[in-house]
């Protein structure tokens, strides 16, 4: 059992300067070295010692990580180290993506938005408790999921796509982002890659001990939101137990474009259903051209959890994942 | 560098959770160099195979000129079992190198298919074939002890035909069932820890410990089946063993192989016995 001593283990503080310096250091370093960006996630692991990197390198003296940068075709490029406030209150953002500022405005506490970036938003690990507090569970390499026993404690868990580990991503950025069709630019030693928000996810079907592509010597960069959902219809809502500051225990994220009362193009993703952030395609498909209202929502929301697992403590989560494409697909007022 | 790797329980147990993971290239590895070591022996040191005695010319015509060996029974329960095991070892290790998908359903499915084929073949080799045909016998050391002696230069008659099955072969089998067994008790209790809709989840039937101990002797035989696979795939594509790989695909081998390197007395096939046919020993 973890225990907080507020005393981290001792590591090789690393402060680049440059993307360059980073991306050189974290090559060196490999598998050794820890990535901080805000610090949130990466404080709680190391002084509950649970990691114990050799070498930790944080990003926050790396100025051209950070900053939102318009693009000319209409699409805005965000840098990595950005915090979430700036994206929160980016006039840019706030005007055209709209989706993103509800999202992050709506992640953790304004402290801790002051002092949390986009990039470790969107990178943060599960937070399962059994994994957190350091118990050998498949994530941390183990042989087995304490979440998921007769007796273990599963509310905020997984209800889709779990493969033995059933802890949920609790990103509330993500599915703002998948839903805004946004690409992840990934620096790695072999030179840079761009990769679609969606696909930088990975569930534990495929790696159970990562929540995201990242390998060693990888370090995400930027995330660019092309102009294609630019001032379209958003809907993002977030259920907690504590509206103050909690992590979801489900969120949706819903962009898009109406024509005539039908929708013409629209993306939806929700967060906290699975170890990924899940774009909805099937919902997509089932609702495209189809009038933006209560019946459209409803039976999309029916075909969003179709598929899903309840464990012992999480059947909620079905009705409510239901209800809530329900509500992004038809918007709130026409539901309520 | 440890074999294993550890873990503390939520009960403060120090308890081993996996194999070491490097253990997968110290067994490739290891199969290779033997592949490698046997290779450059047979083709620069080796002498040709010698045998006591010949045939007697008797016996030697009633033997039919394709020779039954394995029948189709036989036959296709080696090439599920070999599927099976290719597959496991896929889904098993290309993971764990660096090649991710998702493993688990495939690799539970082609340990559930494994493990029926290998109680088919337990049962048909019990009952329906000669069982003691694939374990070594008294003759099988004694004409060891003869090669051995012949090898350090000593002196001593040639080793007889073999049986059915040489001795390489039956230990190989002997080893097989031994790391195969560990692999497919330990796995079918491991389908227990996940989904399968087969067996009923049960995190707890053991405690830590056990359940440790159960992952690590799986990873152990498993790597070792890594290395076990690749002697055996080698072994099969060796141009002087390629008549028994034949065998395998089409059930028989040529009278001359047979009069060659087997002894009629010790594998006794009967006059006009069909080539397609169950032998008596399979």
Redesign the interface.
């Known amino acids: 059992?973890a225990v907080i001593r507020d005393i981290m283990p001792a590591f090789d503080l690393l402060q680049p300067s440059s993307t360059a310096e980073a991306q050189k250091l974290l090559e060196q370093n490999g598998s050794d070295a820890w990535v901080m960006a805000g610090g949130l996630d990466s404080f709680d692991w190391l002084k509950d010692r649970i990691k114990k990197p050799r070498v930790l390198v944080d990003l926050s003296g790396v100025e051209e990580l950070k900053g939102v940068r318009p693009a000319s075709d209409g699409g805005v490029e965000i840098g990595a180290m950005t915090t979430l406030t700036e994206v929160v209150k980016h006039p840019f953002i706030r005007q055209h993506f709209a989706l993103l500022s509800q999202g992050a405005e709506l992640a953790a506490s304004p402290q801790i938005r002051n002092q949390g970036t986009i990039g470790g938003n969107v990178s943060q690990d599960a937070r399962c408790h059994y994994y957190r507090?350091g118990?050998?569970c498949y994530r941390?390499?183990?042989?087995?999921?304490?979440a998921?026993?007769?007796t273990g404690r599963n509310r905020e868990h997984a209800i889709l796509h779990a493969?033995?580990c059933v802890a949920v991503n609790p990103s509330d950025s993500a599915p703002a982002l998948i839903a805004l069709d946004a690409k992840f630019v990934i620096q790695s030693p072999k030179g840079q890659r761009v990769v679609d928000a969606e696909d930088y996810y990975?569930?534990p079907?495929?790696?159970i001990t990562h929540l995201n592509i990242l390998k060693p010597g990888d370090l995400l960069t930027a995330i660019r939101i092309p102009a294609t959902f630019a001032g379209a219809q958003f809907y993002f809502e977030k259920i907690r137990d504590r509206n103050v500051w909690d992590f979801a225990l489900l969120n949706v994220a819903c962009a898009m474009t109406v024509s005539g009362g039908n929708i013409d193009k629209m993306r939806i993703a929700v967060n906290g259903a699975a170890a990924r952030p899940l774009r909805l395609q099937a919902v997509e498909q089932y609702a495209q051209g189809k009038p933006r209202n209560a019946a459209t929502g409803v039976e999309a929301g029916k075909l969003a959890v179709q598929g899903a697992v309840p464990l012992q403590f999480n059947a909620y989560k079905i009705p409510l994942m239901r209800n809530l494409v329900k509500r992004a697909i038809a918007g709130v007022e026409v539901t309520t | 560098m440890s074999i294993l790797q550890w873990a503390y329980s939520p009960w403060g147990q120090h308890v081993p959770i996996h194999i070491a993971w490097a253990l997968i290239y110290v067994c490739a590895v290891g199969g290779l160099l033997f592949l490698i070591v046997h290779a450059i022996y047979v083709r620069y040191f080796a002498g040709a195979e010698e045998f006591e005695g010949s045939p007697v010319p008797a016996v030697a015509a009633r033997v039919p000129d394709r020779v039954p060996r394995h029948s189709l029974a036989a036959r296709m329960f080696h090439w599920i079992m070999a599927a099976a095991m290719l597959t496991l070892l896929v889904t098993a290790f290309l993971p764990k190198v660096g090649v991710p998908f998702a493993w688990v359903t495939w690799h539970w499915i082609a340990g559930a298919v494994l493990t029926v084929s290998i109680i088919y073949h337990i049962i048909h080799a019990s009952f329906w074939l000669d069982f003691w045909s694939i374990w070594p016998d008294k003759a099988d050391m004694e004409d060891a002890q003869r090669r051995l002696n012949r090898f350090l230069g000593k002196r001593s008659p040639a080793p007889r035909r073999f049986a059915k099955y040489p001795l390489e072969n039956k230990m190989y089998h002997g080893v097989i069932v031994l790391t195969g067994l560990a692999a497919i008790l330990t796995g079918v209790f491991m389908m227990f820890r996940v989904r399968t809709g087969i067996l009923p989840r049960n995190p707890y039937l053991f405690g830590d410990m056990t359940w440790g101990l159960m992952y690590v002797l799986h990873g152990l035989a498993g790597v070792g089946l890594i290395a076990l696979v690749m002697v055996h795939i080698y072994f099969a594509m060796r141009p002087e063993k390629f008549v028994i790989t034949k065998s395998m695909v089409f059930g028989s081998m040529p009278k001359d192989y047979y009069l060659q390197h087997h002894d009629p007395e010790r594998w006794a096939v009967a006059q006009g016995e069909s080539s397609t046919g169950a032998s008596a020993a399979d």
């Open positions: 059992m507090a118990w050998p941390a390499g183990g042989n087995i999921c304490y998921d026993t007769p493969d033995r990975i569930g079907d495929i790696d």
